[in-house]
């Protein structure tokens, strides 16, 4: 029996990209996962712990020319299988991979973001991807990039620029809220300070080490810092004392418990974290890079920064030193969420786009 989208991604590690994908699977119809697995340190996102996915079992983040062949004959074998109508594929690996393997299917593709910017690549790395995107750009029907300037930068490089867009952000449920003196004490913070947290993956791209610089020189402000990932025990062992490092916790209870929220990413495409953030009433400080300028207004919901840390430690003070600043722009940053990022819209427009291919 046919599927009609088929969704391929290396691995469903915990963060915006697995649940972008997770929401897709449950609210559509006819729609199948198949997936390698997280590695490392890495933390599997919950949502396909139902075991609705079919495991790709030599496909993962790390590239092996040997184990990516693996994963493409696996790959190639589950199509023929299931039948997919449409191929839908999620980042680098999963859409070379996915988009070589031969078929009648269609083939949609989503950037999630963009690597440019990302110092953890060489400029041969990355010349040597953009050259394999552009070949794979005109293998694929249509290309998606959750953000419009994501999609811009790729264009501008000459990745798809004959080939179909469209622009789909994320749309995103508020979180339970959770009374803020019961979160913080859940989480071991301190109850009568103003908190400005971070929350992601501790990887080079998300640049947390700039969070740690920033902390250093503002030593009468207190941090936090959620997430996991390959740089976790590095940063945990070089965080000043005014930094509390929790790992991986329930999104829910860390935004009940943060004031303001920082990101210091070199990188993004639509950073579901701040979203998410916003939907809970915290305002933003960010780093302009990749589809933020399209989540945060600059001094209206928050404030965008370049990656200076002298503009990021000028932005936490005076956030610290006005909390009625921080109440002004966390009410503004809830309101235009709620209406910018409509679970509704995100369902409905790749509903829009799989229809076309299923007269």
């Known amino acids: 029996m046919s599927t009609e989208v088929l969704h391929v991604i290396a691995r469903m590690n915990v963060g915006g990209t697995a649940r972008y994908i997770g929401d897709l699977l449950e609210n559509i119809p006819g729609q199948k996962l198949a997936t390698g697995y997280v590695q490392g340190s890495e933390i599997e996102d919950p949502c396909i ?40 594929t999620h980042t680098f690996k999963a859409g070379l991979i996915g988009r070589l393997v031969p078929g009648k299917h269609i083939r949609v593709h989503t950037f999630h973001g963009h690597l440019f910017a990302d110092q953890s690549f060489s400029p041969f790395q990355k010349f040597v991807i953009t050259i394999v995107e552009r070949a794979l750009a005109k293998r694929t029907t249509v290309l998606i990039s959750v953000g419009k300037k994501v999609g811009e930068d790729l264009r501008a490089t000459g990745i798809g620029i004959k080939q179909s867009w469209i622009s789909i952000p994320p749309g995103i449920d508020p979180l339970p809220e959770v009374e803020k003196v019961q979160a913080r004490a859940s989480l071991g913070l301190t109850q009568n300070r103003i908190l400005f ?125 006005d909390p009625n600043l921080i109440k002004q722009f966390g009410n503004a940053g809830k309101r235009s969420a709620e209406i910018r990022f409509s679970h509704e819209k995100f369902i409905k427009a790749h509903l829009e786009l799989y229809k076309k291919f299923m007269r």
């Open 49 to 88: 712990s139902n075991g609705q996915a079919i495991r790709i079992p030599h496909l993962g983040r790390k590239i092996s020319i040997l184990n990516d062949l693996r994963a493409w004959i696996e790959l190639r074998k589950i199509i023929k299988k299931v039948q997919p109508k449409i191929l839908h």
């Open 197 to 321: 947290g971070w929350m992601a993956r501790m990887a080079a791209v998300k640049n947390p080490y700039l969070f740690l610089e920033i902390a250093r020189s503002l030593e009468n402000i207190e941090f936090v810092m959620a997430g996991g990932g390959e740089l976790l025990d590095d940063v945990r062992a070089k965080a000043p004392r005014n930094v509390n490092v929790i790992g991986w916790v329930d999104a829910s209870t860390f935004w009940s418990a943060i004031d303001v929220a920082l990101s210091t990413s070199n990188n993004e495409g639509m950073p579901i974290a701040l979203i998410e953030a916003q939907l809970a009433g915290v305002p933003v400080i960010a780093t302009d890079v990749g589809s933020t300028r399209e989540v945060i207004e600059d001094q209206i919901t928050g404030i965008m920064t370049n990656r200076d840390l002298s503009e990021l430690i000028k932005a936490v003070t005076t956030m610290n030193r």
